[in-house]
């Protein structure tokens, strides 16, 4: 990908976050919902380093990871209106999502359970031989949990092709990661379990591409997991209604002149200016799109509901 097209991916999530938020507060999202608005940059490069057939899992923020692996989006926004859509018919709303179709496993709200998750669908890659690989995103706070160390364990002792992608935006929800641990970078703990780790600048998705590739090379080689840790800041709180004021003051407003879309357009000359202008008003025009197709959506027939439930 090139750097409009970067861009738009891009501007995609960061607009249908905005637009999420805008209707949250209209009272149309049911619900809490967990945005991603600074961190789009790992997604799309973690996303161009991935072919058709290889897993994705994510947290509960995981909106862009479903944009970047290419779900729906008039769907999404149906689905997190509560309405039948084409993705989970209503029944995941905002932090459930998944897509088997798009290869995306999906999120769940249990801290750190991805990996688990992912693990399985890195053992299924490597029983079938598939080729496949199993890329998990977490945040930072997921390291500290227990079946995450297990089941990394579990995939560097039988070699598995995961890739683990730690969003490390600075705070564990409320708590400043760096008042939790001892460790420098979350990436040191990769040697405890004998396998590459690296930290990258999480906003700019070329290196994270670039990382993410070298990862999935290794492990599509037969030669394990790797961990891949992604610098960033979000930029906006840790759910819906999270007013921060546990951040220090300016911490935000500076966080916004580093962001992936701040520093393209800080580099941009005139005539590169003017195409991402060109790009942010299509990109507006196909989120209001979007949502005004998920509106048309009926909302489920309540005598489906008992459907897709195991007991």
Same mark, same amino acid.
């Given at each position: 990908m090139g750097l409009p097209d970067?861009? =738009?991916?891009?501007?995609?999530?960061?607009?249908?976050?905005?637009?999420?938020? *805008?209707l949250k507060d209209d009272g149309?999202? /049911?619900?809490s919902i967990h945005l991603c608005n600074g961190q789009e940059a790992i997604p799309v490069g973690a996303a161009r380093a991935l072919r058709d057939g290889d897993h994705v899992t994510a947290t509960y923020r995981g909106h862009g990871w479903a944009l970047a692996r290419g779900v729906d989006m008039t769907g999404l926004f149906a689905e997190m209106m509560g309405r039948d859509s084409s993705v989970n018919g209503g029944r995941s709303a905002s932090p459930y999502l998944s897509d088997p179709g798009r290869w995306f496993v999906?999120?769940?709200?249990?801290?750190?359970?991805?990996v688990p998750i992912a693990t399985g669908a890195a053992l299924t890659a490597q029983r079938t031989g598939s080729g496949a690989v199993s890329v998990v995103s977490i945040g930072d706070g997921a390291m500290n949990q227990g079946n995450v160390h297990e089941a990394i364990n579990l995939a560097a002792v039988l070699d598995l092709p995961l890739v683990l992608v730690v969003e490390n935006n600075v705070y564990s929800e409320m708590s400043r990661i760096s008042d939790m641990v001892r460790v420098r970078q979350?990436? &040191? =703990? *990769?040697a405890g379990y004998g396998i590459p780790g690296r930290v990258v600048d999480g906003n700019d998705p070329d290196t994270v591409a670039e990382a993410v590739a070298e *990862?999935? #090379?290794r492990a599509r080689e037969g030669a394990g997991p790797s961990i891949v840790e992604a610098m960033t800041e979000r930029l906006v709180g840790h @759910?819906?209604?999270?007013?921060?004021? @546990? =951040? /220090?003051?300016? &911490?935000i407003a500076a966080a916004r002149e580093r962001e992936p879309l701040a520093r393209i357009r800080a580099a941009a000359d005139a005539e590169l #200016?003017?195409?991402?202008? *060109?790009v942010d008003a299509e990109v507006a025009a196909e989120v209001e799109a979007a949502v005004t197709a998920a509106r048309e959506v009926p909302y489920p027939d309540p005598a489906t509901a008992k459907e897709h439930v195991y007991v």
């Open positions: 970067d861009y =738009r991916a891009m501007a995609r999530i960061r607009r249908f976050e905005e637009r999420l938020a *805008a149309e999202i /049911p619900g999906g999120e769940n709200s249990i801290v750190g359970a991805g979350l990436a &040191e =703990r *990769a *990862a999935v #090379t @759910y819906s209604g999270d007013v921060q004021h @546990y =951040r /220090p003051a300016g &911490e #200016t003017a195409r991402l202008d *060109a």
